[in-house]
């Protein structure tokens, strides 16, 4: 009975199981064998605005330390210490791993601050052992750490680091026996010049890179069986992916061009169903692309950026909507603070005829941050004349970020637009009246969204 009691005990929070110990001494002895220890700001109930620097991470090492000290020296199943605060630093770090973390720990959490730059020095000692063995969830932040071939990690199955100090030599000594790993997620680990992912991690799914540095150079998969890749970084990184691999969700995205990545590395992403490109320096330049994405039915576009070239053709991403014959679903974010195309407001020339694939597929279209640009009307026009599945077309003139509108940031007031996107708004709104409406049909949902009226002034009137 005892043992059932401390079961469900041990599903409560942390901080309702500290409360319910001090309503009974039965509820007491339950805590003193809780196994699920979680150290932040909330479960210690430290208020930062009545603290100061000193007295936050005094406050926070005291709590932890009579915690710990009041402790019997049980089996921990879950540890987490988060302590973020970036001006302050904790002490006794070593002495609580000691304490908590004991063979058969399952999830183990730190995520520290670094002041002055300094990483705390993980010890990993206490993990080459049975409590290495047991871990299925690892998840590290601003931590340095040397890990040596004794570990064996034969239960993880998801990894988390960010920004961890750690070369590609010591993170494969952990991915040497993690055979058991699903899941991966690497954040501005800047120490990582080449990133192997060895072909012995059978059940890895899901891979994500976050490159917050330049020094990440090569990321090599052999892993058989990873179907959702993520790498956000610069464009000098390169991919190198084992044969026959099936990607179900690819989402790449780089703060310059990745024209060189449409022609030469999508050709290869033939099982792909879901895929993200994003570009925020330069434009997404397609090619006639020869490859066929069959199975491809979500396409995320993102070139959302303070401005970019007055140059570049919108309409050049046909040749990626016509390699895309079961597509079903498109967004696009085509968001500039300051839009520099030609506009079709004024201009008296007719709008091209795009030649194209004729989509029966395509159900839904987004386009965030519409604006006048006359290939950026083109396109819109080339879409609707050649799908005839489309049911809904959505045309945000607005930023599209949820804390910029009115309705979703809690503030009950939107963020101000600045003028010179108001005007363009202006533009838009004409655009899409003058332009796309009559191309509309009857059976197609327009949906047009346009700043606040309550928050900001109309949009100026276009001659």
């Known amino acids: 009975m005892q043992d059932i009691w401390c079961h469900i005990y041990s599903l409560l929070p942390m901080r309702d199981a500290a409360r319910a110990a001090c309503v009974s001494h039965a509820f007491k002895r339950s805590w003193r064998c809780y196994p699920n220890l979680a150290f932040n700001m909330i479960t210690l109930g430290i208020d930062i605005e009545s603290c100061g620097e000193d007295g936050i991470a005094r406050n926070f090492t005291n709590k932890v330390d009579h915690i710990l000290k009041n402790r019997p020296c049980i089996a921990t199943k879950t540890l987490e210490i988060v302590f973020r605060y970036y001006n302050a630093k904790v002490c006794n770090i070593d002495s609580w791993f000691q304490a908590a973390v004991t063979p058969g720990i399952e999830e183990l959490t730190i995520e520290l601050s670094s002041k002055s730059g300094r990483y705390y020095n993980f010890p990993w000692s206490l993990l080459a052992n049975e409590s290495g063995n047991s871990i299925r969830y690892l998840n590290l932040a601003r931590c340095a750490f040397s890990p040596t071939d004794e570990?064996?990690?034969?239960?993880?199955?998801?990894?988390?680091?960010?920004?961890?100090?750690?070369?590609?030599?010591?993170?494969?000594?952990?991915?040497?026996?993690?055979?058991?790993?699903?899941?991966?997620?690497?954040?501005?680990?800047?120490?990582?010049?080449?990133?192997?992912?060895p072909f012995h991690l059978q059940q890895l799914r899901y891979l994500d890179v976050f490159d917050g540095g330049s020094s990440l150079r090569v990321i090599e998969v052999e892993a058989p069986n990873l179907s959702n890749f993520q790498f956000m970084g610069h464009r000098k990184v390169h991919l190198s992916f084992g044969v026959g691999l099936q990607f179900k969700k690819f989402d790449l995205y780089f703060p310059g061009?990745?024209?060189?990545?449409?022609?030469?590395?999508?050709?290869?992403?033939?099982?792909?169903?879901?895929?993200?490109?994003?570009?925020?320096?330069?434009?997404?330049?397609?090619?006639?692309?020869h490859s066929k994405f069959l199975h491809l039915k979500h396409l995320n576009v993102d070139l959302q950026a303070m401005t970019f070239s007055p140059t570049y053709d919108y309409c050049s991403l046909i040749s990626l909507f016509d390699a895309s014959p079961f597509l079903e679903t498109l967004v696009m974010n085509v968001l500039q603070q300051k839009m520099l195309h030609e506009s079709i407001v004024g201009d008296a020339s007719h709008l091209r005829q795009m030649p194209g694939h004729h989509h029966d597929s395509l159900k839904t279209v987004k386009i965030i941050g519409f604006s006048s640009a006359k290939s950026l009307v083109e396109l819109t026009c080339h879409i609707i004349e050649n799908t005839s599945s489309l049911e809904s077309l959505t045309l945000n003139t607005t930023t599209g970020h949820p804390f910029d509108s009115c309705l979703t940031n809690n503030t009950g007031k939107c963020n101000l637009l600045g003028v010179d996107f108001m005007v363009e708004v202006g533009r838009g709104l004409l655009a899409i009246r003058t332009y796309v409406e009559p191309k509309v049909p009857s059976g197609v949902e327009l949906n047009v969204v346009e700043p606040c009226r309550r928050c900001h002034d109309q949009p100026p009137p276009m001659p």
């Open 151 to 197: 570990l064996c990690f034969k239960s993880l199955s998801r990894l988390e680091l960010s920004d961890v100090a750690i070369t590609g030599d010591q993170l494969g000594s952990i991915l040497h026996n993690s055979f058991a790993l699903q899941r991966m997620q690497l954040k501005f680990c800047n120490k990582i010049i080449c990133l192997k992912i």
């Open 257 to 289: 061009a990745i024209s060189y990545v449409c022609a030469d590395f999508l050709s290869s992403l033939r099982y792909v169903e879901d895929l993200s490109l994003g570009s925020r320096c330069e434009m997404i330049d397609t090619p006639v692309l």
